[in-house]
């Protein structure tokens, strides 16, 4: 029996009894990160880094929670457990199982460039790694995140010369921070919403030099804020919006569409920006893992398994039911 | 490279007019005046040859991405058209590099001379040397099929804004520019050839009619004319040029070929000024117009699937070498009404329309909808004189809905203080607070606009940026044709084609209508 198997509650290893990011309530999980399609409520114990913790509190309330840092080891019946930063969000890791001298990595949701904001991503060797394809097809290639925040920087002055209030809709956990950090905060206010206000603070707890900005309440004088940057989450802001009316929108987002002038949602700008690994970093870090069997999951499973067998490797499908289509947290 | 691909992505997403034209004079303002040449040329419609096949490129991007047909195939499903797939598959070098877009061409010259093997050389040293969006744009000029999304009006404004060279005579200009032989010198430096005699004449002001002129004008004085529901021009004839004129300085290149070609045979220095109206066989019809409008290329076919008359209402002579003209004899007139007459149907003489009292004219004009009209405007007969200019004409019209708003912003013009590039934003009472509406751009009266830049002075609450938010005193009365409604928008509704009717100077701001009144007009259309 392999070390680690898809069972209909998630991935499992029957050695430890633990379920790694498992989607139906079990007793003893260990999780990646804070996202909603990878944690989920009704475990018994949650097991993650220290940072992700007071994440996975603020999450889903009260929760029975164990915390560990990168790279310390911990052993159930045998099987070595340990947590290595995926660089995808704060307090994000790639989990090693070790059983016997096999290795196995799960990477969770991953990316290899430093965003500034989150521990980078360390590769980690192993037998066999289970990677996610988010963005597993060749046209998925990210440039260089400094062009992408000059852009979104630009952008935000022009508006601000106008008048016109800048709106950026950006994932709560992970994308928010990032963003947050490389705004140029001499073009005027960031004001975010409630719901990022909050993950920012909890954060910043572990992060010090993340920004400070301004969290929005009804009373705010939307008037002395023409210059603003509003960050707030994807569809769920209309009052906050309304308040500020005029104002220009912007989604950040790995899903790249150069034409048409509607990027997804109802934005009028779209920056490619994403927490995930691109084509080309998907396969360095497959390379890196050293590993003889890699398993994909997440993404475009079927047509990088296809590709990662026609380059001769050990490749195989593995369905999981992390959201994979752009409406996921990224 | 790097910036007019970003120019080109740009355009390829927006759509807001100011925006689109801002991105442009922002590039010519960034860019070398080689750089601008180049960019001109391509923005004014040229293109390059072919020099590879989209399918040998194809070829080329899976060869250097390591992926077989199967993949690309996958890849396409995924919503972008084969080019920019092949642009996005190839993989991204270490590091891009600056070329500027003049090299860039001079590349796509050699290469069109070189055997293709070579060709296909030169095209893998370049594409890691590019950026994504570049390599998009460099791709579809590989293949011979990269064109801009801009057209002439948005490519003269931008120019204008960023040479402060007024709109018209950088119009002018445009159509003596010779792709990749011009340069911007040419455009951007005063030339022998003198514009004025090109330039049109300034747009009729129209005064809405008011009940109190019933009692002050004597009918016998005055004839109408129908105001048709079209675009309003003025053809110029010019050293064998003809120009056509819209509102604002906009000018109409190659879109109308049907009545250039007849104008070619009119003598120089004749003003011809009407309306461009669509046309079926129900007569004057809008929809025709703006299917025309929005076509980017015209050709034959475009010419007879949506056919247009002008309907002309005055003519002019310009006294040459003058900005200066007034209007042809009855001899002249004649000659010319006789010459369109000749032209199978493409022309319609707008006739003065006399009558005996005020109602017989409004019952005339209730007819308005059946002739294709916005109304009837009228002009006065005594000065429709040989060199005497029309001093007024009034301007009747009953739009299907209107409101009195309350005046809440007003924008001032962001480049070179053109003050027709002032935008009023109205706004309606909702309790204790306004809630924005609509936004207008220009009032079609000089004094008013004059009026409420003075008001602007004294009642300015706050600034930001050019937008200024004043006092919420002045009411207006606004029409507008339909209304809409629009969940992005704060309140909640769209007005469609807005115009603002008058000013309401003994209205206080309880006079205006408010939010309920909006969902009550909402709820009825
Ligand atoms: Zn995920
Ligand atoms: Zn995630």
Not at chain 1, 134 to 149: A, M
Request: hydrophobic share 40%; glycine share 6%; charged share 25%.
């Amino acid at each position: 029996m392999a070390l680690i198997e898809l069972t209909k509650h998630g991935l499992y290893c029957a050695q430890a009894d633990v379920y790694i990011d498992p989607w139906k309530s079990v007793p003893k999980a260990l999780i990646t990160h804070a996202h909603s399609d990878h944690a989920r409520s009704g475990n018994g114990l949650y097991i993650a880094q220290v940072h992700c913790v007071p994440l996975l509190n603020l999450r889903l309330g009260k929760i029975n929670a164990q915390g560990l840092k990168y790279g310390e080891q911990m052993t159930i019946n045998g099987v070595k457990i340990s947590f290595h930063p995926a660089g995808h969000v704060p307090g994000s890791s790639q989990i090693r199982i070790e059983y016997k001298g096999e290795v196995w990595v799960v990477s969770g949701d991953y990316k290899l460039e430093d965003d500034g904001v989150c521990t980078p991503f360390e590769s980690v060797k192993c037998h066999s790694f289970i990677s996610e394809s988010t963005f597993g097809l060749p046209i998925y290639q990210w440039k260089d995140q400094h062009e992408v925040y000059a852009e979104i920087n630009n952008w935000w002055k022009k508006n601000a010369t106008d008048g016109v209030v800048s709106v950026i809709m950006a994932y709560s956990l992970g994308k928010a921070q990032r963003i947050l950090k490389h705004l140029d905060q001499g073009i005027g206010k960031v004001i975010v919403h409630p719901v990022v206000g909050v993950m920012n603070e909890a954060v910043r707890d572990f992060t010090p030099d993340l920004p400070m900005d301004i969290i929005w309440n009804k009373d705010l004088t939307a008037s002395n804020y023409r210059n603003a940057m509003l960050i707030v989450p994807p569809n769920s802001a209309e009052a906050m919006l309304e308040m500020f009316n005029p104002c220009s929108i912007a989604f950040a987002s790995g899903w790249m569409n150069f034409r048409g002038g509607k990027y997804q949602m109802s934005s009028e700008r779209g920056f490619t920006l994403s927490d995930h690994a691109d084509w080309s970093s998907l396969n360095k870090a497959i390379e890196a893992s050293d590993a003889e069997q890699i398993f994909v999951t997440h993404g475009f499973v079927k047509p990088y398994v296809k590709w990662l067998r026609e380059q001769g490797k050990n490749a195989f499908e593995l369905e999981t039911l992390f959201s994979s289509n752009g409406s996921s947290e990224e | 490279m790097k910036k007019f691909a970003g120019l080109y992505i740009e355009l390829e997403q927006e759509s807001r007019y100011s925006r689109r034209v801002d991105a442009i004079a922002d590039y010519f303002h960034a860019v070398s005046r080689d750089d601008g040449a180049i960019a001109l040329s391509i923005l004014l419609g040229f293109k390059n040859k072919s020099i590879v096949k989209k399918e040998v490129l194809k070829q080329l991007a899976c060869e250097s991405a390591h992926i077989q047909s199967w993949m690309f195939e996958e890849c396409l499903t995924h919503g972008n058209n084969y080019l920019d797939t092949v642009s996005m598959i190839v993989p991204s070098g270490a590091s891009t590099q600056h070329f500027s877009l003049q090299e860039s061409m001079s590349w796509l010259k050699t290469m069109s001379a070189l055997h293709p093997d070579e060709s296909i050389q030169r095209i893998l040293i370049h594409w890691p040397t590019f950026s994504v969006e570049e390599r998009i744009v460099f791709n579809q000029m590989l293949c011979g099929v990269f064109k801009f999304n801009v057209s002439f009006d948005e490519l003269t404004e931008a120019l204008s804004r960023c040479s402060r060279i007024q709109k018209g005579v950088v119009a002018i200009r445009l159509t003596q520019w010779k792709p990749l032989i011009s340069s911007m010198d040419d455009l951007l430096t005063p030339i022998d050839y003198s514009e004025d005699g090109a330039m049109p004449e300034s747009f009729k002001t129209r005064w809405e009619w008011t009940s109190e002129l019933e009692g002050l004008l004597n009918p016998k004085n005055w004839c109408a004319k129908w105001l048709p529901d079209g675009i309003e021009v003025q053809f110029i004839r010019l050293n064998g040029e003809v120009f056509i004129w819209g509102a604002n300085n906009k000018l109409f290149w190659n879109r109308f070929p049907e009545l250039e070609s007849f104008f070619l045979s009119v003598e120089d220095n004749i003003i011809v000024c009407g309306t461009l109206v669509g046309w079926s066989n129900k007569g004057v019809d809008k929809v025709i117009l703006q299917k025309r409008e929005s076509k980017k290329n015209i050709t034959a076919k475009t010419v007879t699937d949506f056919p247009v008359r002008f309907i002309v209402s005055e003519v002019r002579r310009r006294f040459a070498n003058s900005k200066e003209s007034e209007i042809v004899n009855d001899e002249m007139l004649n000659r010319f009404l006789h010459q369109i007459n000749n032209v199978d149907s493409l022309f319609i003489w707008n006739e003065s329309i006399i009558f005996k009292s005020w109602e017989d004219l409004f019952a005339m004009q209730s007819r308005k909808r059946m002739r294709g009209s916005l109304g009837m405007e009228i002009f006065s007969i005594s000065t429709n004189e040989i060199g005497v200019e029309q001093t007024k004409s009034y301007f009747r019209r009953n739009e299907p809905y209107s409101l009195n708003l309350i005046l809440l912003y007003v924008k001032s013009g962001t480049y070179n203080g053109d003050k027709s590039s002032e935008e009023y934003t109205f706004g309606i009472r909702h309790e204790s607070s306004f809630i924005p509406i609509t936004r207008v751009s220009s009032f079609h009266n000089d004094d008013e606009r004059a009026f409420i830049r003075e008001f602007v002075k004294v009642n300015t609450l706050e600034k930001f940026g050019p937008v200024r938010n004043v006092n919420p005193e002045l009411v207006f009365k606004i029409s507008f044709a339909s209304i809409y409604l629009n969940e992005r928008k704060k309140s909640r509704v769209e007005l469609v084609n807005v115009n603002v009717v008058c000013r309401l100077p003994h209205a206080s701001i309880n006079d205006a209508h408010q939010m309920q009144d909006l969902l009550n007009l909402l709820s009825k259309t």
